[in-house]
């Protein structure tokens, strides 16, 4: 039996009995074993000696965590990563979240933009570019790069080069724009389980924070955001530390409203009664979110449509005439109204019985 403050792993299959009385830590610290078991007095003492996780972007993203942003197509996505990007490479605050970390390397992997469409972005017309910190990588994909020998398909070629460019540029925060080109099928669960390894693997490892873009899919507007509009909900909701989503306002044609989906460090602070809503705008060189204010989710969401005054008029003698088993043309030509609209008042009729 293990005593308080006293570790072991399983190094020996059966394992051999523990001594108490001449326990020597080291002789059961293996790395190469699959669990380290630590009484969780222990876990606490360890714990206490490892620093506070700082927060990257207000309490949507802490130090050593591996977050989820996600949005349809062409709401901001990159934009808005960028932006946290280049405010943790300087320790600048992206009002309202505060960055409590120091100056630091981040490596950006871009695969969205081209190298002309990021300097559109952060220039007045290709000129007047904006001045990023030297600590901002950025990372596009070599389209002359062949895959050199020794690996067993792309996605372990890829998973190298990923490490490989965190130990060269000796960045602990990592931006991948974005999951569905790590992983095309990433909605369904066998596809996006091997990434999620990967990246937890890789931040574990090296102590990293990571942000993963990821998308949508098509989905009602007149519906609150939730963890399932996440393509590949399930499997890398479960994977990642926290999670926040940019959602489409309808009240003007920039807005966006961010919203907190899951977190680990923090309880729940821009959840749907508390949304921030913002602007996006390029006041000079630099495209960007802007803080406008905060607001309820239901503010920025369409109206969800409704039955007509006309419609649930005719119900009630549309289905009394299908009942004595007349047609559609013939229920329509006695109401005055289209046999389509008589088919779609059935069947909405039916499939809420």
Known sequence: MLQPNQSATLSSYPPKPVSTSSYDPEVFEDDEELFTIRTANTWLQEASKRPVPKMLFGKLWYEGELCILFADSNLGKSILAVQIANAISTAESVHPFICEAEPQPVLYFDFE?????FEA???VDFNNHYDFSNNFYRAEMNPNSDMPPGFKDFDEYLSA???RSVVQTGSKVLVIDNLTYLRGENEKAKDALPLMKHLKALKNRYGLS???LAHTPKRDMSLELT???????KMLMNFCDSAFAIGESVITQNMRYLKQIKQRNTSEVYGSNNVCVCEVNKPANFLQYEFVGYGTEADHLRKPKR???THSEHTEQVMMLHAEGKSLRQ????LGISYSKVNRIINATQAND
């Open 113 to 117: 933009l081209s190298e002309k469409q």
């Open 121 to 123: 972005r952060y220039s």
């Open 161 to 163: 080069c990923f490490e």
């Open 210 to 212: 990571i942000l993963a």
């Open 227 to 233: 963890r399932n509009d996440l393509q590949g909900s």
């Open 307 to 309: 039955a007509s005054n």
């Open 331 to 334: 229920i329509g030509a006695e």
